[in-house]
């Protein structure tokens, strides 16, 4: 019933205010008397210490595997893998599905790489110039990267319109 304990009084505060009494069939609170009043009280603190407790094991979880050298999220695709998927797939009659099969890529990934080298024409493993991307035309120029490992924060999925760079 409740985000959080602060919310849970809010709602009880609201039902006071249009004098419409709580009673819980399963749990057996009555807020129509001063004790279930208190327990309902008691009860959503122990909820809201729940969820605070959880998000702080989730934090020292996460602070301790970055401390072992790992990191969240999935594993990066090989830049030469990538550029070996873009010339056997460009250069054959092999279709996207066949060559990303055979390379263990997606195809998806394949089409995002695809897409980048098209706009961009950059090396594998560095990402376009936004003024590159849009080739001096109007519309949008999109860039993607992800955090990595060596702790640099990275651009991911930005939009930028032409007329932004003006």
């Known amino acids: 019933m409740d985000r959080s304990l602060v919310h849970l009084l809010e709602v009880v505060k609201e039902c006071e205010a249009r004098e419409i009494e709580l009673i819980?069939?399963?749990?057996?609170i009555d807020t129509t008397t001063a004790t279930g009043r208190a327990f309902l009280a008691i009860m959503g603190a122990i909820a809201q210490m729940e969820r605070e407790l959880k998000a702080e094991r989730t934090a020292a979880g996460r602070a301790a595997a970055k401390a072992r050298g790992r990191m969240?999220?999935?594993p990066r695709t090989d830049p030469d893998k990538l550029e070996q998927a873009r010339l056997?797939?460009?250069n054959s009659d092999k279709t996207a599905a066949e060559v990303c099969g055979t390379l263990g890529i997606g195809r998806r990934t394949l089409f995002t790489y695809l897409a980048?080298?098209?706009h961009g024409g950059n090396v594998p493993g560095e990402w376009p110039d936004l003024g590159q991307a849009t080739n001096g035309?109007?519309?949008s120029a999109r860039k993607t990267?992800?955090?990595?490992g060596?702790?640099?924060p990275r651009l991911t999925?930005?939009?930028v319109s032409q007329a932004l760079q003006s």
């Open 137 to 139: 035309k109007s519309g």
């Open 157 to 159: 999925h930005c939009w």
């Open 72 to 74: 969240g999220g999935r």
């Open 24 to 28: 819980s069939l399963r749990e057996k």
């Open 150 to 152: 060596d702790g640099n």
């Open 88 to 90: 056997w797939y460009l």
């Open 145 to 148: 990267a992800s955090a990595g």
């Open 116 to 118: 980048q080298m098209k």
